[in-house]
């Protein structure tokens, strides 16, 4: 069973241009949580979406920023005009199930990919 | 405010030596849970141990052990014999949200750097 895919790894942009993020979650995991790192920080909450739904999307900012999780074919977050304040390591993680406060329900991390903006 | 605090940024430890990582969190919800990941210098996320808030015991798995402390809100993860591929960043993190759309909050991590 393949673990969650994140491509491409590595992505280096120029200020203004677009930038594709993919994550194809586990087999099974319909839940799907994107995260932002920062160099020399933790991981910040973007967005939880489950098959075509955005469920949370409070960690996103306002403008730019959008993430979708088709019926079909893999997550996508989506940052336009990126400026270098956008570099950063993002994370795809998914879960079979929503994460719960009574039960233990891990979340399995991708592999992130590497945003540069020039 | 803080809801996940890890207060050493990095730490420095002989080979073979028991380490202790601190972390604390703030929570008003009776029901929560604790993680501990690793994040090598290749940078992908390794879970380490889970922490239920009802678990009467504490987490073990393998030579990591998590302290936990709940009068103290302290989640500390205690590694064993440590060896060199224990050097890595180590994040502590929560599960908080409302039902059914929860996430995990992150501290800010702690180097950990295992001199031989």
């Known amino acids: 069973n393949a673990g969650v895919m994140q491509n491409p790894r590595h992505l280096v942009r120029r200020r203004g241009q677009e930038a594709r993020l993919r994550c194809s979650p586990m087999?099974?995991?319909?839940?799907v949580y994107w995260y932002r790192q920062l160099p020399e920080e933790g991981l910040k909450f973007m967005v939880y979406?489950?098959?075509?739904?955005?469920?949370?999307e409070s960690g996103m900012p306002k403008e730019r920023f959008s993430a979708e999780f088709p019926k079909e074919g893999p997550s996508i977050l989506r940052i336009q005009q990126v400026v270098r304040g956008d570099s950063a390591a993002y994370f795809c993680?998914?879960?079979?199930?929503?994460?719960?406060?009574?039960?233990?329900?891990?979340?399995?991390f991708g592999p992130g990919t590497r945003l540069t903006v020039l | 405010a803080q809801k996940i605090t890890q207060t050493q940024p990095g730490m420095f430890v002989q080979e073979k030596e028991a380490v202790t990582l601190d972390c604390t969190y703030d929570?008003?919800?009776?029901?929560?849970?604790l993680f501990w990941y690793k994040q090598p210098s290749s940078g992908e996320m390794i879970f380490l141990i889970y922490?239920?808030?009802?678990?009467?015991q504490n987490a073990t798995e393998g030579r990591y052990s998590l302290n936990f402390q709940k009068a103290r809100k302290s989640a500390n993860l205690v590694i064993s014999a440590s060896q060199l591929g224990d050097s890595a960043m180590y994040f502590c993190?929560?599960?908080?949200?409302?039902?059914?759309?929860?996430?995990?909050?992150f501290g800010q991590g702690t180097r950990l750097t295992i001199n031989p």
């Open positions: 993680a998914s879960s079979p199930l929503p994460l719960q406060q009574s039960s233990y329900n891990e979340q399995f």
């Open positions: 087999k099974g995991h319909s839940h």
């Open positions: 979406l489950q098959k075509e739904n955005i469920i949370d």
């Open positions: 929570t008003s919800d009776p029901s929560y849970g």
């Open positions: 922490q239920g808030s009802y678990d009467q």
């Open positions: 993190a929560m599960r908080e949200g409302i039902q059914g759309a929860q996430k995990l909050v």
